[in-house]
């Protein structure tokens, strides 16, 4: 191979190498708290899927096929969501542009957020709040009935940089990330509940607030 045509090729490995760093990089996301991420989601399912098949959506502007990953699934409970069954659920097709790679066959059940779209469509993506149901603490699956529907008016800010600030009394904090790299107790154990002033706070539990703390107000 001469000098010129070794030049070509480094040249367009280097290329292949950056456009595949490009790739691996597009799918990029901001931790949710799970009370966030149901409040923020169309959809709220414990399901076990059963089967994944690639199939088209449609062209893109281009005119060219569009291909989803569709999972097949079995439907547990429904905690958010339309009044139509749910039977499967959609996500891209590579983990580069967000889409989920979960186990099939029924062997594991999952937790799953998502958004319905315009077609009818449960849409999920790696951004969404995508967790096997026995990795979740007992307070999280029990606050998926009710409690964390109650913090809906709240928002939970998520704190990667001191000194963190609220912008409104209607915040709570998120300090996991300097522990357990967002998965420690405030996640596992903790909602965002809005009080009889207007405030939120953080509540421990998974039984409903007693008055005593819905009634606290803000100095």
Aim: charge should be negative; charged fraction near 20%; glycine fraction near 6%.
């Amino acid at each position: 191979m001469t000098w010129i045509g070794s030049g070509c090729f480094v040249t367009l490995a280097i290329l292949f190498i950056w456009r595949v760093a490009d790739l691996a990089e597009a799918c990029s996301c901001a931790p949710k708290h799970p009370q966030q991420a149901f409040c923020d989601s169309d959809v709220v399912i414990r399901a076990k899927v059963l089967a994944a098949n690639k199939v088209d959506v449609g062209n893109d502007v281009y005119g060219n096929p569009t291909k989803l990953l569709k999972y097949d699934i079995e439907l547990v409970k429904m905690f958010k969501g339309p009044s139509e069954k749910i039977d499967a659920i959609y996500t891209p097709p590579i983990s580069a542009l967000c889409g989920l790679n979960l186990e099939v066959e029924g062997q594991m059940e999952y937790l799953i957020t998502g958004k319905v779209e315009k077609d009818g469509i449960v849409y999920v993506t790696l951004c969404d709040f995508i967790e096997p149901w026995q990795s979740m603490s007992a307070i999280q699956q029990a606050n998926l009935n009710q409690i964390y529907e109650m913090g809906c008016d709240c928002k939970i800010t998520h704190c990667m940089s001191i000194p963190c600030m609220l912008n409104s009394e209607k915040e709570c904090l998120w300090t996991d990330f300097f522990v357990d790299n967002n998965n420690g107790t405030q996640a596992k154990s903790f909602s965002c509940i809005q009080r009889t002033d207007g405030s939120c706070a953080w509540y421990w539990g998974s039984s409903p607030p007693e008055k005593d703390f819905l009634d606290i107000e803000e100095p």
